[in-house]
T-cell receptor, first 114, second 113 residues
Framework: KAGVTQTPRYLIKTRGQQVTLSCSPI?????VSWYQQTPGQGLQFLFE???????NKGNFPGRFSGRQFSNSRSEMNVSTLELGDSALYLC?????????????FGPGTRLTVL | QKEVEQNSGPLSVPEGAIASLNCTYS??????FFWYRQYSGKSPELIMS????GDKEDGRFTAQLNKASQYVSLLIRDSQPSDSATYLC?????????????FGIGTKLQVIP
C-alpha cells in the first residue's frame, strides 16, 4: 500500500505571500490531519478533515485553512505568510480519525518564509 | 502548565539497558494515548497506543498508563543503538468541543554502544 504523500517537499516564500500544500492519504483512509512542527514548539495540531468536512481544529489563526476533496486528498492554505510560519508541515492520514486511530505521517513539506 | 509535558532530554542509556520515557498530561478526561518515534529528518511513526489503565506490551516496548496520576510512560527493554530517536507522547483531548491530538515536545533518546 502506498504511503502518505505530500507535495511539494520544499517551498521558499516571502512574507505576505500565500502558499498551498497538498496531501494524498493512504488509500481507504478518510481522515487527514495537518500539523506544524518547529524546534521550539514541537508538533502542533492544525486541523482534521474527514469526509470533506473539517471535524477538528487546533489553536491557529484563520490564515491557516484547508479543505478535503471527495477522493480524500487534502490541501492546506496559509495566507499572508509571516516569518514565524517557517516550519515543517506534516499531514497524517487515518481510517477513522485522530481520536482513536493510528495516524500515518507523510514526509512533510519544509516551508521557509523570507 | 503545558497540556502534554515531556523532558526533552537527551536521555542517554547504555546498549542493553532499559530506557524509561515519561509523559504527563493535563486533561483528566483524555481517553487515548500514543507514543510515536521520530528519527532525525524523518516523520513520526506510531510505536504504541494505549487506552486503559495498566501496562501494554509489544515486543521490547511497554506502555504504562495511570489516568488517576495523569501519567503515561514508555519502557524500552534491551535498548539498541537503532532506538536512538526522539519519542513523542501524544494525547487525545477535547478543546472547545473539538477533538485534537496534542503532542509533547518529545524526549531525545541516545543509546550508547
Amino acid at each position: 500500500k502506498a504511503g502518505v504523500t505530500q507535495t511539494p517537499r520544499y517551498l521558499i516564500k516571502t512574507r505576505g505571500q500565500q502558499v498551498t500544500l497538498s496531501c494524498s492519504p493512504i488509500s481507504g483512509h478518510r481522515s487527514v490531519s495537518w500539523y506544524q512542527q518547529t524546534p521550539g514548539q514541537g508538533l502542533q495540531f492544525l486541523f482534521e478533515y474527514f469526509s470533506e468536512t473539517q471535524r477538528n481544529k487546533g489553536n491557529f489563526p484563520g490564515r491557516f485553512s484547508g479543505r478535503q476533496f471527495s477522493n480524500s486528498r487534502s490541501e492546506m492554505n496559509v495566507s499572508t505568510l509571516e516569518l514565524g510560519d517557517s516550519a515543517l508541515y506534516l499531514c497524517a492520514s487515518s481510517y477513522s480519525g485522530v481520536s482513536t486511530d493510528t495516524q500515518y505521517f507523510g514526509p512533510g513539506t519544509r516551508l521557509t518564509v523570507l | 502548565q503545558k497540556e502534554v509535558e515531556q523532558n526533552s532530554g537527551p536521555l542517554s542509556v547504555p546498549e542493553g539497558a532499559i530506557a524509561s520515557l515519561n509523559c504527563t498530561y493535563s486533561d483528566r478526561v483524555s481517553q487515548s494515548f500514543f507514543w510515536y518515534r521520530q528519527y532525525s529528518g524523518k516523520s513520526p511513526e506510531l510505536i504504541m497506543s494505549i487506552y486503559s489503565n495498566g501496562d501494554k506490551e509489544d515486543g521490547r516496548f511497554t506502555a504504562q498508563l495511570n489516568k488517576a496520576s495523569q501519567y503515561v510512560s514508555l519502557l524500552i527493554r534491551d535498548s539498541q543503538p537503532s532506538d536512538s530517536a526522539t519519542y513523542l507522547c501524544a494525547v487525545n483531548m477535547n478543546s472547545g468541543g473539538y477533538q485534537k491530538v496534542t503532542f509533547g515536545i518529545g524526549t531525545k533518546l541516545q543509546v550508547i554502544p
